[in-house]
């Protein structure tokens, strides 16, 4: 059980880590309507502001938590989509409507959310 509750709490140490990672981006990024989170299996994350319009509205941020630099892969490929476990955009309240966050989910991801 110790395990179980060590793996979770290091659970809830990433996920507090990646909303600071979140908070600052939007910070820096007025036009931000949410932030696009993307995973990669090697536990490296990509990240960037997007705007209404589903274009760009920060730099992209590759980082790895708790570590000074992301890994070699990363270093090497930029964190190839052949590499994403999971991807999803945080949004700013208030939210979009549901339709633009399926135009947005689209332009910037691809495919609409389930």
């Not at 932030?35 to 299996?41: H, I």
């Not at 319009?53 to 990363?74: F, H, L, T």
């Not at 590499?83 to 409507?97: A, G, K, L, Q």
Request: glycine share 8%.
């Amino acid at each position: 059980m110790a395990k179980q509750t060590k793996k979770k709490r290091k659970q809830l140490i990433a996920e507090k880590r990646e909303l600071a990672m979140i908070e600052g981006i939007l910070e820096g990024s007025p036009d931000g309507i949410g932030v696009v989170v993307v995973r990669l299996e090697c536990g490296c994350r990509k990240m960037a502001a997007v705007a209404i319009d589903g274009e760009p509205a920060s730099k992209v941020i590759i980082y790895r938590d708790g570590a000074e630099s992301v890994c070699e892969k990363c270093k090497d490929d930029g964190g190839a989509f052949m590499r994403v476990t999971e991807s999803f955009i945080h949004w700013v309240d208030p939210e979009p409507s549901e339709d633009e966050k399926n135009i947005i989910y689209s332009k910037v991801l691809g495919s609409t959310p389930h």
